[in-house]
């Protein structure tokens, strides 16, 4: 923690720094804009799609953690692009393992909101 930041103070700046991430993500990032584009026009579905409380915080939650997701890879991209643009093993696999982790939430938030999806209609998922 920097000096002389602490308490509501560290706070606020925290928070800055956060908004100034997203603005970033958002005009940088056509990845993190799509997600967030995608999980602002299906908001409104996620009321009728959960049930329940726990269902609707499911499938905001999968839609959330795509984008944070996605914000960390960026991160990551960066990271490995400021360190040098030439060819390495180790930044290749730095990117590779970030998309890695893009895919498996993406994946993850598609069977939440499929399997919620098909219950919804009336498609018996378990025995």
Do not use: C
């Amino acid at each position: 923690m920097k000096p002389g930041h602490s308490g509501f103070r560290r706070l606020l700046y925290s928070t800055r720094y956060s908004l100034k991430g997203l603005g970033a993500a958002w005009r940088n990032e056509a990845a993190f804009r799509q997600e967030l584009i995608l999980t602002l026009v299906l908001l409104p579905t996620t009321f009728w799609l959960g049930r329940s409380l726990l269902e609707w915080l499911l499938l905001l939650g999968s839609a959330l953690l795509g984008m944070i997701v996605e914000l960390l890879n960026s991160a990551i991209e960066a990271i490995v692009d400021r360190i040098g643009v030439e060819h390495h093993v180790l930044s290749g696999r730095a990117k590779d393992l970030g998309s890695a982790a893009v895919f498996l939430s993406v994946l993850f938030a598609f069977l939440v909101w499929g399997s919620l999806l098909l219950s919804r209609l009336g498609v018996p998922l378990h025995t």
